[in-house]
């Protein structure tokens, strides 16, 4: 760690050493949450944390290793869900001027929370083929601060927050439409000059579709009632963007206001009565400013915007409070697979039908769920589908997190005509009795977690169809469903990358997106080429893989038959695979595409390397067979990763210099030299090599390799184009470089070729003397007086 990390490090911990321990009120609470690792200039990580009920307040703080020329990432936050770069609470800047930063988290509420860091290059960026991306050490902490005591809050626990009592109305559990009465629940408080603001809370537990907040007062001072939900910081309440709030003007006599909040969020409302008492004012002496807060659930769908809506004129009202909630349940699909832990369907155990009460032309289906998303499919792709009786031929779905959803308060909405799929479907109970349509539409990538409540609303009456046997034609079917990927099967990453499952420092599992070229973002969804030129740079990314064919041709002139098809086949995937990236066509999926392509590419490194050892023909195909095998394992398992680069380079190097040494020793022994002489002789001396080959290939390969550190999102196109053509064209020139189909080590003494087929071992011949025979001539060392005929011996 730096100096300059220590110091902030301590400045921090100096600050925290100060904040007040203890009060008269209650005790000042700090805990960390803290995470690290690497990030990517073209990656993203996501963490996540949770704000308990007793926290008033959160300061993140971002530490990090140097820079080393690259640029700080981006940290944003959200509640509730995965924040993306359209759509998130906060962002925190990080400057690359200093290597500590801490902020606080505006507008705290009690819930959990994700951040991402987000890297500078991710708009531009394609993931890399090999290299090219440096990463940027991060240290993240979250640090707590709350009272132990939850009736305090504030900076220093000095601010009391009066629970209410709760407003005890029942809640929606099954099926049937119920009306409640009006509950309430009512506190009497007063201000003056030494307290001028109070604070209360009341708990929401579920959904609610009316509360309402009365104040009341006799005193002369103007009042105001403020409420905002889960909020932590008291001090906010006042300007928090979703605080509602109305106030009583000054005045004389009995005087009220009505705070109504339609249908209000569950969870913990924080409510704030403030007011102008005058500097004399006294509760204790009997001159503040008494007044009244009561709380109350009215059910009131009336003063509930769209509660109550038509659709069309000639059709009733449809009343959002009198309709049933059916709750979807859970079930996970092969959790233990590995790319499938979050994959999982919401489903209801029958599918809501109805009719028979009304004319067809009076029967308009209108249908209600409820279901929880658990946080774990936070980083999930969230996809609803629907299977709809025919005679619905349009209609509206409408989804809010954590309260009663209305055509004018949700989160999510869905239009039947914005489907990615309207199809008929045989795949259905035989007690439908109908024509049925299945419906399907765009995930919700990073959905928010939490108590979904969702309403189906068909846009109109029930229309005729083909029945398929069925008396009633006012009969209806609808079953919703939402299916839970981590990767979809389909339409992931906008349609324009491949998705494949990663997991956060907390365990949380999320999609991630390899972008095809020209695309970029979080989810591929941002174009980061000029269209102007796209269509030249799809057609030399395709077509640069021609210079496959030299080598190709080269094989079949020297009968090296296995090593054509298999250079011919790299060149081939390699075109079919940058077709698919560039969305021209695809013949295979993408992920199947990129591996066999990947996997003929180190293929086709290792031939080199197994050619120019000069292997036997009998061994060759046995070690191509196995490298083949070896390389199809790579590349399946994180193809990407450099750490197969650097194992198919020491691979080559080992299985290279391993047969080259075998060479120098045999043919030393052979010779009877030393074994520089035989390097000598096997380099420069017995024609094995073409030198001009050997240099060109080299300065090719150099060029290819130094692609992998050169590509940029802007210039992928040309660089990965180069590299096609660097790398097969060096793989001809490799190929040209042995001028024989074995190699040669000519004996500068005789002229001999010792590595020859047909070349002898060494024969003991009597004192000291060896022979070593080969097809061009005999070699004798001994005794003149003790040699004895070669048949003899």
Same mark, same amino acid.
């Given at each position: 760690m730096t100096t300059r990390k220590r110091l902030h490090g301590l400045v921090l911990c100096i600050a925290l050493l100060f904040v007040p321990c203890a009060t008269a009120a209650g005790t000042v609470r700090r805990w960390r949450d803290f995470v690290f690792g690497k990030i990517r200039q073209d990656g993203v990580e996501y963490f996540d944390f949770d704000v308990t009920a007793d926290t008033y307040r959160i300061i993140v703080s971002f530490d990090r290793g140097p820079l080393e020329g690259l640029t700080p990432p981006k940290m944003l936050l959200k509640y509730g869900s995965f924040p993306s770069t359209t759509d998130y609470d906060q962002m925190m800047l990080l400057n690359s001027t200093g290597d500590f930063y801490q902020a606080r988290v505006n507008n705290l509420r009690s819930g959990r929370y994700f951040i991402s860091l987000v890297g500078p290059d991710l708009f531009n960026s394609l993931v890399s083929f090999v290299g090219g991306v440096n990463s940027l050490f991060y240290f993240v902490s979250v640090w707590h601060f709350g009272c132990s005591d939850p009736a305090w809050t504030g900076s220093k626990c000095t601010v009391p927050v009066l629970p209410s009592a709760p407003i005890a109305s029942s809640i929606t559990t099954g099926v049937n439409s119920v009306y409640y009465p009006s509950t309430q629940s009512e506190f009497n408080g007063c201000l003056d000059a030494k307290t001028s603001t109070l604070y209360f809370s009341y708990d929401v537990p579920h959904p609610k579709w009316d509360l309402v907040y009365t104040l009341s007062t006799s005193a002369a001072s103007e009042l105001r009632v403020a409420a905002s939900?889960?909020?932590? /910081? !008291?001090?906010?309440?006042?300007?928090? #963007?979703?605080?509602?709030?109305?106030?009583?003007?000054?005045? &004389?006599?009995?005087?009220?206001? *009505?705070?109504?909040?339609?249908?209000?969020?569950? %969870?913990?409302?924080?409510?704030?009565?403030?007011?102008?008492?005058?500097?004399?004012?006294?509760?204790?002496?009997?001159?503040?400013?008494?007044?009244?807060?009561?709380? *109350?659930?009215?059910?009131?769908?009336?003063?509930?915007?769209?509660?109550?809506?038509?659709?069309?004129?000639?059709?009733?009202?449809?009343? &959002?409070?009198?309709?049933?909630?059916?709750?979807?349940? !859970?079930?996970?699909?092969?959790?233990?697979k590995a790319g499938h832990i979050i994959d999982a369907d919401f489903e209801c155990s029958v599918p809501k039908t109805g009719g028979g009460k009304q004319a067809m032309n009076q029967t308009q289906p209108v249908v209600g769920y409820i279901v929880e998303v658990p946080k774990m499919y936070a980083g999930s792709n969230l996809q609803l589908a629907a299977l709809v009786t025919a005679n619905i031929q349009s209609f509206q779905v409408y989804a809010r997190l954590d309260g009663y959803v209305t055509p004018s308060l949700f989160d999510y909405h869905f239009n039947s005509s914005e489907s990615l799929e309207a199809s008929h479907s045989d795949n259905v109970s035989d007690t439908w009795v109908a024509e049925v349509q299945q419906y399907r539409w765009k995930p919700v990538v990073f959905p928010k977690v939490g108590l979904w409540s969702i309403i189906f609303v068909a846009d109109g009456a029930l229309t005729s169809t083909q029945s398929t046997g069925s008396k009633n034609e006012s009969f209806w079917a609808v079953d919703?469903?939402?299916?839970?990927?981590?990767?979809?099967?389909?339409?992931?990453?906008?349609?324009?990358?491949?998705?494949?499952?990663?997991?956060?420092?907390? %365990?949380?599992?999320?999609?991630?997106?390899?972008?095809?070229?020209?695309?970029?973002?979080?989810?591929?969804?941002?174009?980061?080429?000029?269209?102007?030129?796209?269509?030249?740079?799809?057609?030399?990314?395709?077509?640069?893989?021609?210079?496959?064919?030299?080598?190709?041709?080269?094989?079949?002139?020297?009968?090296?038959?296995? *090593?054509?098809? @298999?250079?011919?086949?790299?060149?081939?995937?390699?075109?079919?695979?940058?077709?698919?990236?560039?969305?021209?066509?695809?013949?295979?999926?993408?992920?199947?595409?990129?591996?066999? /392509?990947?996997? &003929?590419?180190?293929?086709?490194?290792? @031939? &080199?390397?197994?050619?120019?050892? %000069?292997?036997?023909?009998?061994? #060759?195909?046995?070690?191509?067979?196995?490298?083949?095998?070896?390389?199809?394992?790579?590349?399946?398992?994180?193809?990407?990763?450099?750490?197969?680069?650097?194992?198919? %380079?020491?691979?080559?190097?080992?299985?290279?210099?391993?047969? @080259?040494?075998?060479?120098?020793?045999?043919?030393?022994?052979r010779m009877g030299m030393t074994k520089m002489i035989a390097v000598k002789s096997f380099l420069l001396n017995s024609q094995n090599f073409d030198r001009r080959y050997g240099i060109l290939g080299s300065v090719l390969w150099l060029a290819a390799l130094s692609c992998w550190f050169t590509s940029s999102p802007t210039n992928y196109w040309i660089i990965h184009s180069i590299w096609h053509t660097g790398a097969m064209l060096a793989a001809y020139c490799f190929v040209g470089l042995r001028r024989n189909d074995r190699y040669k080590m000519i004996s500068p003494a005789t002229g001999i070729d010792v590595l020859a087929p047909n070349c002898g071992a060494d024969l003991p011949l009597p004192s000291k003397a060896t022979a070593t025979i080969c097809s061009e001539s005999i070699s004798l060392e001994t005794d003149k007086e003790s040699i004895a005929p070669i048949n003899e011996a």
């Open positions: 939900v889960n909020l932590r /910081d !008291p001090a906010e309440v006042a300007k928090n #963007k979703d605080t509602k709030s109305v106030t009583l003007a000054a005045g &004389l006599g009995d005087r009220s206001a *009505e705070l109504r909040i339609p249908a209000p969020l569950k %969870g913990q409302w924080m409510v704030m009565v403030t007011g102008k008492p005058s500097g004399t004012a006294s509760c204790k002496t009997g001159t503040g400013v008494n007044f009244k807060l009561k709380a *109350e659930h009215q059910e009131d769908c009336n003063k509930v915007d769209k509660a109550r809506f038509q659709t069309t004129p000639s059709l009733p009202k449809v009343d &959002l409070c009198g309709i049933g909630y059916t709750r979807m349940n !859970p079930m996970r699909n092969e959790p233990t919703l469903s939402l299916h839970s990927y981590g990767c979809p099967e389909t339409d992931a990453c906008s349609g324009h990358g491949s998705c494949e499952l990663s997991s956060t420092y907390n %365990g949380l599992s999320y999609g991630t997106c390899s972008c095809h070229f020209g695309y970029g973002g979080e989810q591929c969804d941002t174009l980061t080429v000029s269209s102007k030129f796209r269509n030249h740079q799809i057609f030399l990314l395709i077509f640069s893989n021609v210079a496959i064919l030299p080598v190709t041709i080269l094989c079949c002139r020297r009968k090296l038959y296995i *090593e054509s098809v @298999l250079f011919f086949s790299t060149g081939l995937i390699s075109a079919i695979y940058h077709a698919c990236d560039v969305e021209l066509f695809c013949m295979f999926p993408y992920k199947f595409l990129m591996q066999m /392509d990947f996997a &003929l590419s180190f293929n086709m490194i290792m @031939l &080199l390397s197994v050619h120019l050892s %000069g292997a036997r023909k009998q061994a #060759k195909a046995g070690i191509e067979i196995v490298l083949f095998l070896i390389t199809i394992i790579m590349a399946t398992n994180n193809a990407r990763s450099m750490v197969n680069w650097v194992l198919i %380079g020491a691979l080559c190097v080992l299985q290279f210099s391993v047969t @080259l040494v075998y060479y120098f020793v045999l043919g030393s022994q």
